[in-house]
C-alpha cells in the first residue's frame, strides 16, 4: 500500500522556521517527482514546490522562493520542506504528493499537516 505521510507541522510565530517530513512507502519512488502543495481555508490548494527524487533538481513557486527548501533523503526514503522566514499568509494544512515524470497529474497524496504562523 502506498503512502506518504507527512509530519513536523505546529505553531510557530512570523519569522520562524519548521521543516516539513514526508515519508513515503509502498512503492520506489526513485524516478518521481515529488510535490509539496498547502490549502489555507477558503483558498484553492496551492503549489509549493516539487523535486525530482532522482537528479535533486528543485522548483518552487515565486511566493515561497528564496524562504523555502526542498531536499530528499533517499535511504530514509523521505522528502523535506524547510521553511524559512515563515509569514502569516504561509499559514495552510501542508500536502506532499507524487507523480510520475511523464504525467502532470499528482497520483499519490498525503493527508496533510497543519502549518499556522502567528502575528
Known amino acids: 500500500q502506498v503512502q506518504l505521510v507527512e509530519s513536523g507541522g505546529g505553531l510557530v510565530q512570523a519569522g520562524g522556521s519548521l521543516r516539513l517530513s514526508c515519508a513515503a512507502s509502498g512503492r520506489t519512488f526513485s524516478n518521481y517527482v515529488m510535490g509539496w502543495f498547502r490549502q489555507a481555508p477558503g483558498k484553492e490548494r496551492e503549489f509549493v514546490g516539487a523535486i525530482s527524487w532522482t537528479f535533486g533538481i528543485t522548483y518552487y513557486a515565486d511566493s515561497v522562493k528564496g524562504r523555502f527548501t526542498i531536499s530528499r533523503d533517499n535511504a530514509k526514503n523521505t522528502v523535506y520542506l524547510q521553511m524559512n522566514s515563515l509569514k502569516p499568509e504561509d499559514t495552510a494544512v501542508y500536502y506532499c504528493?507524487?507523480?510520475?515524470?511523464?504525467?502532470?497529474?499528482?497520483?499519490?497524496w498525503g493527508q496533510g499537516t497543519q502549518v499556522t504562523v502567528s502575528s
Open positions: 504528493a507524487a507523480r510520475r515524470p511523464d504525467i502532470k497529474t499528482y497520483e499519490y
